[in-house]
């Protein structure tokens, strides 16, 4: 269960099945085929793109910072603008929806989702001088080339570009941090891919791009199955609730 998963792996059923944490051996028939149910259920649902997407880039004062994965194109998996103003935002292209990570002059962070708002704590204000480091967020869950969002390098201030088989739907994530010139931002497990600090102006900000460190050595199929069993039951309740939507 180690291995990447690809936006590819997941147009497969066994794929698909590897990325909810199942091997087909290890589900009782009557569960395999309710999966296979979901499965067929969500292959059937239209797949929009993004496209080109409008960035605000053409705000006097303001600077994009892009992630973006070369896959048979450049593909656009998240961005970070700060704003004329010396707000700093956190995007993932999406079909739907503006979700985000915001941190404000006052010093609010907080993200937004579907309208919602969460995660709020009160971090030090920006109209004051910027001490030490701040952790803007770890952003999984990357599907590049499936959303669609085509990167233009010319809209941004600079571009991280990245091999396939480094962020995927289950495995990689892009860390964004601010720091202080001179200081080092928050530790994170995980093998580093890619690093790049921006340093045209303060505070700087860093992106990095992690390999997930994932513990080796799978669990027996009979020390698994009583956990698996009920897992799998609250898992195919959940996807059949937002299947009915």
């Known amino acids: 269960?180690?291995?990447?998963?690809?936006?590819?792996?997941?147009?497969?059923?066994?794929?698909?099945?590897?990325?909810?944490?199942?091997?087909?051996?290890?589900?009782?028939?009557?569960?395999?085929?309710?999966?296979?149910?979901?499965?067929d259920a969500i292959r059937k649902k239209p797949n929009a793109k993004v496209g080109l997407m409008k960035l605000g880039s053409s705000v006097p004062g303001d600077h994009l910072y892009g992630v973006a994965v070369r896959d048979s194109g450049l593909w656009l998996t998240l961005w970070?603008?700060?704003s004329w103003k010396d707000e700093f935002f956190v995007f993932m292209p999406r079909t739907e929806g503006n979700n985000h990570a915001s941190y404000h002059r006052d010093g609010t962070y907080h993200h937004k989702s579907d309208g919602r708002t969460f995660a709020r704590k009160q971090?030090?204000?920006?109209?004051?001088?910027?001490?030490?480091?701040?952790?803007?967020?770890?952003?999984?869950?990357?599907?590049?080339?499936?959303?669609?969002?085509?990167?233009?390098?010319?809209?941004?201030?600079?571009?991280?570009?990245?091999?396939?088989?480094?962020?995927?739907?289950r495995d990689g994530v892009v860390l964004v941090d601010l720091v202080e010139p001179g200081c080092d931002p928050l530790t994170w497990p995980g093998e580093l891919v890619r690093q790049k600090i921006f340093k045209d102006a303060e505070p700087w900000i860093v992106i990095r791009v992690l390999r997930n460190s994932l513990p080796g050595g799978a669990k027996s199929v009979k020390r698994c199955r009583r956990s698996h069993r009920k897992r799998n039951r609250q898992r195919l309740a959940a996807h059949a609730r937002r299947l009915k939507r």
């Open 123 to 169: 971090l030090q204000r920006l109209d004051q001088p910027f001490k030490g480091t701040v952790h803007l967020g770890g952003f999984a869950g990357h599907s590049p080339k499936g959303v669609g969002a085509v990167c233009v390098p010319d809209a941004f201030t600079g571009v991280v570009k990245l091999p396939p088989g480094v962020l995927g739907p």
């Open 80 to 82: 970070v603008r700060r």
């Open 1 to 39: 269960m180690n291995h990447f998963i690809s936006e590819d792996d997941l147009k497969s059923f066994e794929g698909w099945l590897r990325y909810q944490g199942y091997d087909s051996e290890m589900l009782e028939p009557d569960d395999l085929a309710r999966w296979r149910e979901v499965f």
